[in-house]
């Protein structure tokens, strides 16, 4: 299957004003294209698993699982998320007719885009972000084929971003309206994805291991590919392969953080508050026995298509270093922005020290230590990289994501211009985010003279969440369409200040 790709590259490079501009956004588009190659979810699938000489392979990170066909039962595929329909293409293309059944819950729009090939697993078109009646009948087929798991089974499970939302099981009496009305309240909050995904698998009777609970005792594995921050397998499509290590406790003291617990129907409240007092049973924890029948295997991340961009990168020979700052950028997209204009302006300042004055989210507190100069001859640009995920607090009415609401605020930051030339992409690799038809942006020093050029009122529009707006009026919005994957964003900066090393200190 074929990575997709930015549309309309040629307008976009087009944009920059002189020839280091041009030359600096081909760059950025192609490296990001190479990373949504890097964690394309099909070729992720087939370097991890294989079957030959009469067994099935799974590549770990600390060996190879080995199932020989005789001695294996029946196999089935489950899952959901943004990724899960290209996993399920390699899976059959790789298992064939070995698979007795399986069934995925994707994206429908997804789906009716681009319709899979498939003959043995079923995918199922479910809503994202807010759950609907088909995720959960989805959802329930799934568990009546764990009805006949037996212990020589192998059941895998596709795991990734979106698998929340678009596996509803409603726990208990909590209605699939009700778990809706939950989403819709955390997602406007601003919670983070770790916070959110807390409180969804103490609703739900597939995530926080459940859904490997089902189907005990056959052997599970869980392939899964990364969309949180630090890629922790339990709260990637609120794990349903995974250990749960939070509580009831922990999801009403997320609720209380941001003043929703008086405003989540009665029917979670009254579901919460009898699970802190041990009326219903709590996800499965590390210490159940069910765990020794299941592997869970992380197949992509973010950081991922950072560690191929940083290896593709040594082939432009513009580029003298590239160093990837974190894996693990959170916080306020506003904010961010702020403190992302703040770093470059230290580094073109030359500061050996930078410390950003910030309140909250990744910079705050840190500061890093920068040593200037190319390890490939001088005057030679510095790429850096950031991969992670910022929230947006809605407060207005336009059309936006959070990665496009990161590059707005930094423009409205700039009240001077740049001592030094650079540009910036930043997206979302599953292509599109928020309420918007991009995946992020790209800019440079030169945009916001563009933009006021155009009047536009880069303040207001960050009020009103309105960064689509602004970029689509650029020619800067980022066009991918659904790329079938789902992993954290990717900010990528290009300088033409050579930086021999950067290092963060704690």
């Not at 392939?223 to 995974?242: A, F, N, W, Y």
């Not at 990744?362 to 790429?383: A, Q």
């Not at 309420?435 to 563009?450: F, K, T, V, Y």
Request: aromatic residues 4%; glycine residues 10%; neutral net charge.
């Amino acid at each position: 299957m074929i990575p997709p790709t930015v549309q309309d590259k040629a307008r976009i490079i087009a944009n920059g004003k002189t020839a280091w501009y041009a030359r600096a956004r081909e760059i950025l588009l192609s490296l990001f294209e190479h990373g949504l190659t890097a964690v394309n979810p099909y070729l992720a699938v087939n370097r991890h698993i294989a079957m030959a000489d009469g067994k099935i392979t799974v590549r770990t990170d600390s060996g190879e699982l080995a199932f020989p066909l005789e001695d294996t039962g029946k196999i089935y595929v489950v899952g959901g998320g943004k990724a899960a329909v290209q996993m399920a293409v390699a899976m059959e293309e790789l298992l064939g007719n070995r698979i007795e059944a399986g069934f995925v819950n994707a994206p429908d729009k997804l789906l009716q885009l681009d319709p899979p090939k498939l003959n043995r697993i079923k995918a199922i078109g479910a809503s994202h972000p807010i759950p609907n009646q088909a995720g959960v009948d989805g959802v329930k087929k799934m568990i009546e084929l764990s009805e006949n798991a037996r212990s020589k089974d192998l059941v895998f499970c596709l795991i990734s971003g979106g698998g929340s939302a678009l596996m509803p099981q409603p726990a208990g009496s909590i209605t699939l309206e009700d778990k809706q009305v939950l989403n819709r309240l955390l997602i406007q909050c601003g919670a983070t994805i770790n916070e959110i995904n807390t409180v969804r698998k103490h609703v739900s009777m597939v995530k926080g291991g459940w859904l490997a609970r089902h189907f005990q005792p056959a052997r599970v594995i869980g392939l899964i590919l990364s969309d949180v921050v630090g890629d922790d397998l339990s709260t990637i499509g609120s794990g349903p392969t995974v250990p749960d290590h939070t509580t009831f406790s922990d999801s009403v003291a997320i609720l209380e953080k941001y003043g929703l617990i008086d405003k989540i129907p009665m029917r979670i409240r009254k579901y919460m508050i009898l699970g802190m007092r041990d009326e219903h049973l709590e996800t499965p924890k590390a210490e159940s026995k069910m765990f020794q029948n299941v592997q869970n295997v992380m197949i992509g991340s973010a950081r991922t298509a950072a560690e191929e961009i940083k290896v593709k990168a040594r082939e432009f020979k513009d580029i003298g270093t590239v160093h990837i700052l974190t894996s693990r950028l959170e916080g306020e997209a506003a904010e961010i922005g702020q403190n992302l204009h703040a770093l470059i302006t230290n580094i073109f300042d030359l500061k050996t020290r930078v410390k950003i004055d910030a309140k909250a989210g990744f910079f705050n507190g840190k500061s890093f230590r920068v040593d200037y100069g190319s390890g490939r001859g001088e005057n030679r640009c510095t790429l850096l990289l950031l991969t992670g995920e910022t929230t947006v607090t809605i407060k207005g009415q336009g059309t936006g994501g959070r990665n496009q609401e990161m590059l707005l605020a930094f423009l409205n930051k700039m009240d001077a211009p740049s001592k030094g030339k650079f540009g910036i992409i930043s997206c979302g690799m599953d292509g599109i985010e928020g309420n918007s038809p991009a995946a992020g942006a790209l800019i440079d020093d030169q945009s916001r003279e563009r933009a006021l050029q155009l009047s536009l009122n880069l303040k207001e529009l960050l009020e009103n969440n309105d960064s689509y707006a602004a970029f689509s009026r650029l020619g800067d919005a980022i066009i991918t369409g659904p790329t079938g994957t789902n992993v954290n964003d990717l900010t990528m900066v290009l300088l033409d200040q050579p930086v021999k090393k950067i290092e963060l200190e704690e």
